[in-house]
């Protein structure tokens, strides 16, 4: 297991799950009867559906290893344990379901399984069911599990008999071992000998791999400080200021949920001449400017972000690196922290320009420093590289199907850290911007009134918009 998706596993705890989810809501298939899920559900775990190597997997770490985390194939996998059927209880409205989701985004994955969950969900109002599904980040960011259910769903409501997206790819031609997937390993002393010389040479290339890393971002880094310190669009690690958000976190999780028609958005980016992530970061920080007066907590200063980048692919589950942006927070004019936003989001990703692969990673490891803080017990009381996690994640782009059922909205649900506490992740989906905002249930109190002040900052940038026009 390569050692950015082992720190996934290292820095969880019963505190910090690190798995990543989506909640999708369906529209039952016309004339289905009452018992469509319930058939669904058991044809799922029948045994007929065979499950690829990615997903029969699990993670494990001993001598052959050297004590790294490592992969090994599970040949007892147990599918009616990973794929589950609930209902919610009446009237089933959204509240309730989100309830339920938050409950079970914030249990641990059983470690002695592969780490996946799969859950229907039946009772949510309107004729629809829901499904609620995680997948620990270890195995995939959430770019690559988007890309997984979207295989498994099709465009077509005709189409039947689909494959789950833990199935192995039926099409001719396709390995049943996912590239970078190893063999099995020899059994017997001497196979135990090899792997064990294996993991060594494996644990000599990472080692090799963090040495060149360190001599690379000496210069880029020295080379971004003092940009930053002298034109101050470029938002430095370590410099956001503290507040309600940074704080230890406990396991418990809450959890909401909005669909914005996208054409608001793109309306706003055609009339500013920005782009629909600057949008989207200006809605959240106007978002959480409200929320914080609202809680008695603005800072003075800026709320900074992280925002995952993507990296060349490694081969491994995870090919995410990071940037940071000011989020003007400190800033009451709306069209002023539209611009600052950007100007800040401009100067982040040229900072990366040029660069090769390994510099780039390298920098996103300092951005990224908290996430390693995070191991040692209160660091998260000094855990101020950055405010909270701000992703984007690109969704398929028309109308999906599962057996005849309409996909009517798909919401990611990410990772909040210790010493910060939320997280929001934005998903495009056909003709909608789906956001999903997780947190800690303690610190983060009365969570869903985000959504709220998301459509009040939406309506703000509109406004200016419409004076841009004029």
């Not at 929320?291 to 081969?315: F, R």
């Not at 908290?370 to 398929?396: D, E, K, M, R, T």
Request: no cysteine; net charge negative.
């Amino acid at each position: 297991m390569s050692f950015r998706d082992a720190m996934f596993l290292l820095a969880e705890s019963r505190e910090r799950p690190t798995h990543v989810g989506s909640l999708m809501l369906f529209d039952r298939p016309e004339g289905s009867g009452p018992d469509f899920l319930a058939d669904l559900h058991r044809t799922l775990v029948s045994g007929d559906v065979e499950v690829a190597p990615l997903f029969r997997r699990r993670a494990t770490r001993g001598l052959s290893t050297l004590g790294q985390w490592a992969w090994v194939n599970d040949d007892d996998i147990d599918i009616e344990y990973h794929v589950r059927l609930s209902a919610l209880p009446r009237p089933g409205r959204i509240r309730e379901l989100l309830e339920l989701v938050s409950r079970l985004h914030g249990s641990l994955l059983d470690r002695h399984r592969p780490l996946w969950e799969f859950h229907l969900i039946e009772g949510v109002e309107g004729d629809r069911f829901a499904v609620y599904g995680k997948i620990h980040h270890a195995m995939m960011d959430g770019v690559r599990a988007m890309r997984h259910l979207e295989k498994a769903l099709s465009t077509d409501p005709e189409k039947r008999d689909m494959a789950p997206f833990w199935a192995v790819d039926p099409r001719p031609g396709r390995e049943s071992r996912p590239v970078g997937e190893k063999a099995p390993a020899p059994t017997g002393a001497l196979g135990a000998a090899r792997e064990y010389v294996g993991g060594a040479l494996r644990t000599a290339g990472t080692l090799a791999e963090t040495v060149g890393q360190s001599l690379n971002v000496g210069p880029a880094l020295a080379g971004s400080l003092y940009r930053g310190l002298v034109e101050h669009d470029l938002a430095l690690p370590f410099e956001a200021p503290p507040s309600m958000l940074n704080v230890p976190i406990t396991g418990a999780r809450r959890f909401a949920a909005q669909s914005w028609p996208l054409k608001r958005i793109q309306r706003v980016r055609e009339r500013t001449g920005t782009t629909v992530n600057d949008v989207m970061l200006a809605m959240s920080a106007g978002a959480l400017r409200r929320y914080l007066e609202a809680h008695d907590g603005l800072p003075e200063k800026p709320l900074v972000a992280a925002l995952p980048v993507a990296l060349e692919d490694s081969g491994s589950g995870n090919a995410l690196g990071a940037i940071l942006v000011n989020l003007a927070t400190d800033e009451p004019d709306p069209a002023e922290r539209l611009r600052k936003i950007r100007q800040s989001g401009l100067a982040a990703k040229e900072n990366l320009q040029g660069r090769d692969p390994m510099t780039i990673a390298a920098l996103s490891a300092v951005v990224a420093a908290p996430i390693g803080l995070g191991l040692v017990p209160g660091s998260s009381a000094i855990n101020q590289g950055f405010n909270l996690i701000i992703s984007n994640v690109p969704g398929p782009k028309d109308p999906l199907y599962w057996e005849g059922a309409k996909l009517d909205g798909i919401y990611p649900i990410s990772v909040p850290l210790d010493g910060q506490a939320l997280n929001i992740t934005v998903m495009s989906y056909a003709d909608d911007m789906e956001i999903g905002v997780t947190g800690d249930r303690r610190a983060v109190p009365h969570l869903q009134h985000l959504l709220g002040y998301l459509e009040e900052a939406l309506v703000e940038l509109e406004a200016v918009a419409d004076a841009a026009d004029d």
